[in-house]
Nanobody
Framework: QVQLVESGGGLVQAGGSLRLSCAASGRTFSSDVMGWFRQAPGKEREFVAAIRWSGGRTYYADSVKGRFTISRDNAKNTESLQMNSLKPEDTAVYYC?????????????????????WGQGTQVTVSS
């Protein structure tokens, strides 16, 4: 069993930056993938970014490429999402997730169904 706890959300003006962190407790494996999703009011949860626990390969949604950076610290079992040049449309609850890395990872990690564990979410609000 794994528990995920996010931190770092808040209110920021457009153009500003925030850094989200996610701490994982419990057993992790080299095949794990950690990701970030977000959900705005009235919308479905959408993929933001993901990183492979082993090797560190990263994946991004087109809407955040060049602005967001995902990273991980294997020794501390944490992942982070550095968000720069924030826009009002980035406003959402952000969720940390962990998937056990089964199947064709590169094509399935964009879906919520790939992930086995979820954090409670942290609110990010970007004002215009």
């Amino acid at each position: 069993q794994v528990q995920l706890v996010e931190s770092g959300g808040g209110l920021v003006q457009a153009g500003g930056s925030l850094r989200l962190s996610c701490a994982a407790s419990g057993r992790t494996f080299s095949s794990d993938v950690m990701g970030w999703f977000r959900q705005a009011p009235g919308k479905e949860r959408e993929f933001v970014a993901a990183i492979r626990w082993s090797g560190g390969r990263t994946y991004y949604a087109d809407s955040v490429k060049g602005r967001f950076t995902i990273s991980r610290d294997n020794a501390k079992n944490t992942e982070s999402l550095q968000m720069n040049s924030l826009k009002p449309e980035d406003t959402a609850v952000y969720y940390c997730a962990l998937g056990r890395g089964r199947g064709p990872i590169s094509t399935t990690l964009y879906a919520t169904t790939f992930y086995d564990y979820w954090g409670q979410g942290t609110q990010v609000t970007v004002s215009s």
